[in-house]
């Protein structure tokens, strides 16, 4: 898969993941995983990227079983960009869904 359009994919997934609970980087990393693969090598460089434009935030918490953890929440504008995106996406998908599934490509 080309690396800009997983890119994009694995931020629309962050997005929706962080959209339904705050999570801390290992929780989005197994939860982004069961779609598409990623690695914190790929997801930390993204959440800093996310949080630098305002689509999300960040708390520290305290870990019982560690060291304090960084939890990462959709803001209002992070919202505003998975309602965007998610309809792009619906409409690319849907799109290329009948192309491939048309008899007529050569039309």
């Not at 962080?18 to 197994?30: D, F, M, P, V």
């Not at 914190?40 to 959440?47: N, V």
């Not at 949080?51 to 504008?77: F, V």
Request: aromatic share 12%; glycine share 8%; hydrophobic share 35%.
């Amino acid at each position: 898969m080309e690396s800009q359009f997983k890119k994009g994919l694995i931020e629309l997934c962050v997005l929706k993941a962080l959209s339904h609970k705050t999570c801390y980087g290992y929780e989005l990393i197994e939860s982004v995983s069961n779609v598409i693969p990623i690695t914190k090598g790929t997801l930390y460089p993204l959440l800093r990227r996310l949080q630098k434009e305002g689509y999300l935030d960040y708390y520290i918490k305290e870990s019982e079983l560690g060291p304090a953890r960084k939890y990462y929440k959709i803001t209002p504008l992070g919202l505003n960009r998975l309602i965007e995106n998610s309809r792009e996406w619906f409409n690319i998908a849907d799109s290329v869904t009948n192309f491939l599934k048309g008899d007529g490509l050569y039309e």
